[in-house]
């Protein structure tokens, strides 16, 4: 054995050189932060090979991470050299993953099953939700919406060991309970003896789970005929294994005479299961475990403290051990973490060993974002004075506020590293090279084309690709039409930028014709990214890029043999869309000040901490889940509650060696009052070193007031500056219609590309069943007699084909989603149509007060009835809007879209008709149950709203003469749509660097 191993043996504290030493019989290891858990787990492997004659292959050191088998591989190689290498350190799922290769045809499968990577099962999952006409597991506007609720799902019932039809037996059980509960009837009112309301929606929420056990039962039923496994499968497996086969169990009993297990409070009932299954019937088996209760934060993975507790007898009664001397944090630290959350295992506390204290700060700021700067001031005083940025973190919530910090501290010209690395998908560059990449495919694809004019690496002069869009018609784009630019006389003759990328594409597509995916990727991505590179970091991405690019294209041939580019892209497309995760290394990525979710951070230390965004509201936020579960299921969910929360906040407080500093803000950025987290304000705040939000709005104003505005508001570039005065001649070409003014409200960017440039955009499956309900019914509306049902299921198949819809299970299910549609609108308001009607009726009216400007509307249906009154509807398709919802104002006291839409068309028909008013303005939402109150929205359109929307346009014509227009807001909303952020907010960053703030 080493003297290094004889040296960090002599540093140990009793209690530590007890955990070394007790080698023999069931141990359990308290063992909180800072305790030198990693140093007792490798002394105590090289201790039972300095004690007994089992040579390396005999000891099973099982962790939850591969960071921490790499770490404990390496200080063991550090102790007892080249013997480390045969030593088991082993992550649960890698080692259990090696019994069911070895065992294989034990588990009935015919050759070693392949391990389903994660962006395998995305596409497993695609390929099974496009298979079959799923009524509740598809959402038109976002097609992976229920993607991670049902993975999540699926998940759960392999860690419960339940299978599709046991699932199905408990959603049967909780229904029939329900109807049978005395309680679920309803005592009074109409609905009295029937069942209560909410217990009818139970009831239809958990009938629509049973989709779930179906898809659950296809998934599993896909995997074995492909000889498949999953990540959470290997698991369930290995337990099989073990609990059906004495040979196994044996064979691991013999093979393995040590076992460690570390984090042990985050095992999970199918670990424990494992562990049980083979060593149980051993008389006190050598198994060592250590954990500490209070850092369990895998709940969500099925990791629960009762299992770490039980293991005081499982195996017979273990030998426990507590650890309470700290060598990481000062004695105000460790208070503060105690304080907050105590152990259920022990009653004893951490001892601090470090001299130096320094008080736990709890600062106030204004805004969220203020926090972040303020953090952002204190590391740069920190690195000025010698502290390395590695020794500094930023510790947030959730993931967007990881993404969010990483870009103000940038800004403030901190270096950052985060453990999510840069994200492939999230890369500006990356969305170049597949807009490209889209056009060798398809020269004729219009939104690619589009882009690719408007990105830098064409070498286009931007204010020239505005110039050409805008007197382009952009749904004839092609690049014949780049190539033959310049050839007209027109005023792109001198600078034929436009014609020259034509060009570039035209070659591209020649080779793509005749080489490999992988060369084509190769060589596109070297000469329209590597290349064209300014600067080492600008190099050092767009190598990591075309890198990933073509190891994500070699690994997709390997598998598709006759892999095309589209087949490549449109892989790519589905692992986008369903947000797939692809993070890229990059040189120098471990350089910087941390940034990281409280989660994340478990494992790490740094000298300085700073943990954001501790507002109520912010740390208890939990998505609401897709699918209701029964009740014995229910319990199985873990709950974002305050022992979550506590357990989450006591690994952030922990993480940090001498200074901690804990943030929050008074007020969000929609200007809603935020709460001090509650776990907080539980704890006396005599602990804490105190600032409130005056003092740190002060203290950001004394360093610097351009630190308010250091994210959004950069120096305008020439060509921004051109710009405008170039959208103040030109905005007027632009009809004024409801959806315009819709857009320019919403992202004055969306305007911009949408509107004005008329960029092509790709309709989603969402608008293309509103457009095909849109016109079966005008198509109805036009014949003299009442349509059959045969007339309108073929209408409406007829539209969707027309609309581009040809996966024939979105044709059938679409269809069939129309016609119930279409049947209920039949039903319920056809007969009361008026005679005198018209449909999709165009308007144009120039306001006086407007001479440059044409207002534009297209009325679905307008009604004149014998009385005189005038009705207006639009139709729309989607779930039903609450009066409350249409009525309300933003911030600005600005109408709803819905509102906005409605005082349009009582604008246009004044206008057009000589001062006629519409006595009656509805939206019908033809999707809307029979008895659903909402499903028709009725209101007059009074002098109030016109006069609103008559501002709106004067603030539209105002805006944009002046060019402020840059400089609104963006008011981007994600509610549905899948998308995080405002994609034309991105466009504009990527073409003109500067852009309207969040």
Not at 154 to 160: A, G, N, W
Request: proline letters at 3%.
């Amino acid at each position: 054995m080493s003297n290094l191993f004889q040296e960090a043996y002599k540093g140990l504290n009793l209690r530590q050189k007890e955990a070394v030493d007790t080698i023999e019989g069931p141990v359990m290891v308290i063992a909180g932060p800072g305790t030198g858990k990693t140093q007792i787990l490798t002394l105590r492997i090289a201790r039972i090979l300095q004690e007994t004659d089992t040579s390396g292959d005999g000891i099973l050191c099982l962790t939850f991470t591969r960071a921490g088998v790499k770490a404990m591989r390496e200080r063991l190689h550090k102790y007892i050299g080249e013997d480390a290498r045969s030593v088991g350190i082993q992550t649960f799922h890698s080692f259990a993953n090696t019994l069911v290769e070895k065992y294989y045809e034990l588990l009935e499968f015919e050759m070693p099953p392949k391990l389903l990577k994660e962006e395998d099962a995305v596409l497993v999952v695609d390929q099974l939700l496009h298979a079959r006409d799923w009524k509740h597991l598809h959402s038109r506007g976002n097609p992976a919406l229920y993607f991670n609720d049902l993975k999540n799902l699926v998940s759960l019932l392999k860690r419960e060991r339940l299978s599709h039809f046991d699932f199905m037996v408990e959603i049967d059980r909780d229904i029939d309970r329900l109807k049978n509960d005395p309680d679920s009837i309803s005592t009074r009112g109409e609905s009295k003896g029937n069942l209560k309301k909410e217990i009818q929606k139970k009831i239809e929420s958990l009938s629509r789970t049973k989709e779930v056990a179906i898809f659950y039962e296809l998934y599993e039923s896909y995997k074995k005929e492909n000889d498949l496994v999953d990540y959470d499968d290997v698991l369930e497996y290995a337990v099989k294994l073990v609990e059906e086969n004495d040979g196994v169990c044996a064979d691991l009993r013999e093979a393995y005479l040590y076992v460690l297990v570390d984090e042990h409070q985050d095992s999970s009932g199918v670990q424990n299961a494992f562990l049980q299954a083979v060593w149980k019937s051993t008389e006190k088996p050598n198994i060592f475990v250590v954990g500490d209760d209070r850092q369990l934060i895998y709940g969500f993975g099925g990791a629960s403290l009762s299992y770490f507790e039980e293991f005081k007898t499982a195996f017979g009664k273990a030998h426990l051990i507590t650890l309470t001397e700290n060598y990481r944090s000062t004695a105000p630290i460790l208070s503060l973490a105690d304080t907050l959350l105590k152990s259920s295992l022990t009653h004893e506390k951490l001892n601090s060993n470090r001299e130096e204290t320094h008080p736990v700060s709890l600062f106030e700021y204004v805004y969220p974002r203020d926090e972040i700067i303020g953090a952002g001031l204190y590391f740069k005083q920190q690195i000025e004075n010698g502290i390395a940025p590695e020794e500094c973190a930023l510790l947030v919530p959730k993931n967007r506020h990881v993404l969010s910090a990483l870009s103000t501290l940038q800004n403030l010209g901190i270096p950052v590293r985060s453990t999510h690395g840069v994200s492939f998908f999230d890369a500006h560059e990356t969305q170049s090279f597949r807009n490209v990449l889209s056009v060798m495919v398809n020269p004729f694809d219009t939104i690619a084309l589009s882009q690719t004019i408007l990105d830098r690496t064409s070498n286009i002069p931007i204010l020239d690709a505005h110039t050409f869009l805008h007197e382009t018609d952009t749904r004839k784009l092609s690049v014949d039409t780049l190539v033959g630019h310049g050839k007209s006389g027109s005023l792109f003759d001198d600078a034929n930028t436009i014609s020259k990328w034509g060009k570039t594409l035209s070659l591209w597509i020649t080779y793509s014709h005749t080489h490999s995916l992988i060369e084509i990727i190769h060589k596109i991505g070297n000469e329209l990214l590597v290349e064209k590179a300014v600067g080492h970091e600008e190099l050092v991405l767009r190598v990591e890029i075309v890198r990933t690019s073509i190891h994500l294209a070699t690994e997709f041939s390997e598998k598709n043999k006759k892999a095309t580019l589209a087949d490549f892209l449109n892989y790519l497309n589905r692992l986008e869309q369903y947000n797939h995760s692809l993070s890229m290394a990059t040189l120098g990525g471990d350089k910087g000040v941390s940034v990281m979710t409280l989660h994340g951070s478990k494992g790490l230390e740094f000298e300085h901490v700073w943990i954001g965004h501790m507002n109520e509201s912010v740390l208890m936020a939990s998505k609401k889940a897709m699918f209701v579960l029964p009740e014995s299921l229910q319990a199985k969910v873990e709950q974002k509650d305050k022992a979550v929360a506590k357990r989450e906040l006591y690994v952030a407080i922990t993480r940090a060696k001498k200074h901690c500093i804990i943030s929050h803000a008074t007020t969000s950025h929609t200007g809603g009052t935020l709460e001090l987290a509650e776990i907080l304000q539980e704890i006396p705040q005599d602990i804490f070193d105190k600032k409130d939000a005056t003092h740190t709005q002060n203290e950001l104003l004394a360093d610097d007031p351009r630190v308010y505005v250091s994210m959004e508001e950069k120096p305008e570039s020439d060509a921004l500056v051109i710009l405008k005065e170039n959208v103040s001649e030109i905005y007027t070409d632009a009809k004024v219609s409801v959806t315009l003014l819709n857009n320019f409200f919403e992202c004055p960017w969306k305007w911009y590309f949408r509107n004005l440039l008329k960029l092509p955009d790709l309709k989603t499956e969402s608008l293309k069943f509103g457009s095909a309900v849109h016109s079966t019914i005008e198509k109805i509306l036009l014949e003299d007699k009442k349509p059959t049902s045969a007339f309108i299921k073929k209408t409406i198949s007829e539209e969707l084909e027309y609309e581009g819809v040809t996966d024939t299970s979105a044709l059938t299910r679409l269809t069939r989603e129309g016609m119930e549609a279409v049947e209920v609108w039949m039903e319920k308001y056809y007969p009361h149509l008026a005679k005198d009607r018209t449909t999709e009726r165009s308007l144009s009216y120039r306001d006086s007060r407007f001479p440059d400007l044409t207002m534009y509307g297209k009325i679905d249906l307008t009604e004149r009835f014998p009385d005189g009154r005038l009705v207006v509807t639009d139709f729309k398709t989607g779930t039903s809007k609450t009066s409350g919802m249409i009525e309300k104002r933003d911030d600005e006291g600005r109408l709803s879209s819905f509102m906005r839409q409605l005082a349009m068309y009582s604008y246009l028909v004044y206008g057009a008709e000589k001062g006629k008013v519409v006595d009656s303005s509805r939206l019908l939402f033809l999707e809307a149950d029979l008895d659903d109150k909402n499903g028709v929205y009725s209101t007059h359109v009074g002098n109030e709203e016109i006069d609103l929307l008559v501002r709106d346009i004067s603030d539209y014509v105002r805006l944009l003469s002046s060019g402020e227009w840059v400089d609104r807001p963006c008011n981007f909303k994600p509610l549905g749509s899948g998308a995080s952020v405002c994609e034309h907010c991105e466009l504009a960053k990527r073409v003109y660097g500067a852009v309207s703030s969040k």
